[in-house]
T-cell receptor, first 111, second 109 residues
Framework: DVKVTQSSRYLVKRTGEKVFLECVQD?????MFWYRQDPGLGLRLIYF???????EKGDIPEGYSVSREKKERFSLILESASTNQTSMYLC??????????FGSGTRLTVV | KNEVEQSPQNLTAQEGEFITINCSYS?????LHWLQQHPGGGIVSLFM???GKKKHGRLIATINIQEKHSSLHITASHPRDSAVYIC???????????FGTGTSLTVIP
C-alpha cells in the first residue's frame, strides 16, 4: 500500500513561531502537494512539486514556503505563524494525474 | 470560480435510506474521483471513473461525460457511512486535481 505519512496529527503553535509540517511518501511518486482544508471552502492548494528541488505556487501560497530536498519528502513551512493559518493541512502524492494518495492530515492550531 | 460543484452541502438521513450526492464540473476531464473523509481527517479514495458506472458494496458511482455530471449513491445507509464525501476531477491538462467543497453526510440510527 502506498503510504503518505504526515509527522503530526495535532499541533499547537504560538503566533510568530516558525512551523514545519513534514510529509513523507514511500512510493517514489514524482508529484507532491500541500492543501489546507477549511469549513465551507474545501481543499485549497498551497504549493506543489513535480520533482526534487522544484516547487510551484498553488492557489493560496501567501505566508507559506516549501522544501523538497529529497523525492520522498515535501515540507511545508509557515515562516511566522498567524491565527488565520489555523486549519487542517493535508499532504498528497501522485504518480500521474489519475490517482492521489492523501496523508491523514495535521490539524494545526495557532494561538 | 469553482470548477467542481457538489450538492447538497449537508445531508442527514435515517439509517436504511437511499442517498444521492451530486457533482457537476465545468472542465474537460480525464477522470473523476469520489473521496471519503471521516472525522479526524484522513481521506481515502472510493472510486475513480471516466465513464459509465462503478459499484463497490453499497456504494455506486455514475458519470455522464456529455453532461459533465456524476452521482454517488449509497444504498441501505448506515451510521458508519457518516463522513464528508468529496468529488474531485483530473483535468485533461496538468497533474492537479480540482476539488468540490464536500458533502457532509450524517446517518442517524
Amino acid at each position: 500500500d502506498v503510504k503518505v505519512t504526515q509527522s503530526s496529527r495535532y499541533l499547537v503553535k504560538r503566533t510568530g513561531e516558525k512551523v514545519f509540517l513534514e510529509c513523507v511518501q514511500d512510493m517514489d511518486h514524482e508529484n507532491m502537494f500541500w492543501y489546507r482544508q477549511d469549513p465551507g471552502l474545501g481543499l485549497r492548494l498551497i504549493y506543489f512539486s513535480y520533482d526534487v528541488k522544484m516547487k510551484e505556487k498553488g492557489d493560496i501560497p501567501e505566508g507559506y514556503s516549501v522544501s523538497r530536498e529529497k523525492k520522498e519528502r515535501f515540507s511545508l513551512i509557515l515562516e511566522s505563524a498567524s491565527t488565520n493559518q489555523t486549519s487542517m493541512y493535508l499532504c498528497a502524492s501522485s504518480f500521474n494525474s489519475y490517482g492521489y494518495t492523501f496523508g491523514s492530515g495535521t490539524r494545526l492550531t495557532v494561538v | 470560480k469553482n470548477e467542481v460543484e457538489q450538492s447538497p452541502q449537508n445531508l442527514t438521513a435515517q439509517e436504511g435510506e437511499f442517498i444521492t450526492i451530486n457533482c457537476s464540473y465545468s472542465v474537460g476531464i480525464s477522470a473523476l474521483h469520489w473521496l471519503q473523509q471521516h472525522p479526524g481527517g484522513g481521506i481515502v479514495s472510493l472510486f475513480m471513473l471516466s465513464s459509465g458506472k462503478k459499484k463497490h458494496g453499497r456504494l455506486i458511482a455514475t458519470i455522464n461525460i456529455q453532461e459533465k455530471h456524476s452521482s454517488l449513491h449509497i444504498t441501505a445507509s448506515h451510521p458508519r457511512d457518516s463522513a464528508v464525501y468529496i468529488c474531485a476531477v483530473s483535468p485533461n491538462t496538468g497533474n492537479q486535481f480540482y476539488f468540490g467543497t464536500g458533502t457532509s453526510l450524517t446517518v442517524i440510527p
